[in-house]
């Protein structure tokens, strides 16, 4: 079974910092990765789709990679915002099911 | 264009009632999901359904039921209801390994 960490699972930096996020897998065997934004109380906001013949995918101020040999994906944000606050979730999908990390709860302090 | 939509948002059950959440996407997209999300335990699948008329389990199907009622809606449902099953319910459909998310159904069972 597809096990996904996400570490660190909370943090806060202050505003202007870049910062980085990341998403482990146990095993490489995946189509897609997909990085999810969700603010308290609301569902899940997509924010980059990184298909597997794809190293990285950019944004605006995001920028995701993906290692699959090693089984490891990073989302970067530039310049964060206090707007940038949210807990930030990755999933893999291995084919037919999507496996979720935990997240991390992000806090931009102004 | 709606996206997802879930009904209801808030539901509170006693231990042995039945319910059916409801979810409908007009993306015109073939696979759908039910998830549950509780604190620590990130987002589970129940059930999903690939196609029109076809569904599979997940990772956390005893208690519900599922009907892929035709392209756009896929209900879920709690014959008996059990405090176990209080969590925050969501839909979500899948187009190119890119899943969209309802904002889900926050469930009590008391």
């Known amino acids: 079974k597809q096990e996904v960490t996400q570490i660190p699972a909370a943090l806060s930096v202050p505003e202007g910092e870049n910062l980085v996020l990341n998403c482990s897998f146990t095993?490489?065997?995946?189509?897609?990765l997909q990085w999810f934004r969700q603010d308290p109380g609301k569902g899940l906001t997509s924010l980059l789709l990184?298909?597997?013949?794809?190293r990285e995918q950019t944004s605006g101020r995001l920028n995701a990679s993906l290692d699959k040999s090693s089984g490891r994906s990073t989302l970067y944000i530039a310049a964060s915002q206090p707007g940038d606050s949210a807990t930030y979730l990755c999933?893999?999908?291995?084919?037919?099911?999507?496996?979720f990390g935990t997240g991390t709860s992000l806090t931009v302090i102004p | 264009n709606a996206g997802v939509t879930q009904t209801p948002k808030f539901q509170v059950l006693k231990t042995g009632q039945s319910m059916t959440l409801q979810c409908a996407q007009d993306?015109?997209?073939?696979?759908m999901y039910w998830y549950r999300q509780d604190p620590g335990m990130g987002l589970r699948l129940i059930y999903y359904?690939?196609?029109?008329?076809?569904?599979d389990k997940g990772e956390v199907p005893n208690g519900y039921n599922v009907s892929r009622l035709n392209k756009r809606e896929f209900s879920l449902r709690l014959e008996s209801a059990a405090p176990s099953q209080t969590s925050v319910y969501f839909c979500?459909?899948?187009?190119?390994?890119?899943?969209?998310f309802g904002p889900g159904t926050r469930l009590t069972v008391t």
């Open positions: 993306m015109n997209h073939n696979s």
């Open positions: 990184i298909q597997s013949s794809q």
């Open positions: 095993d490489s065997a995946i189509y897609n």
């Open positions: 359904s690939a196609s029109e008329g076809t569904t």
């Open positions: 999933a893999v999908d291995p084919g037919n099911q999507f496996y």
């Open positions: 979500a459909s899948e187009w190119g390994g890119e899943q969209y």
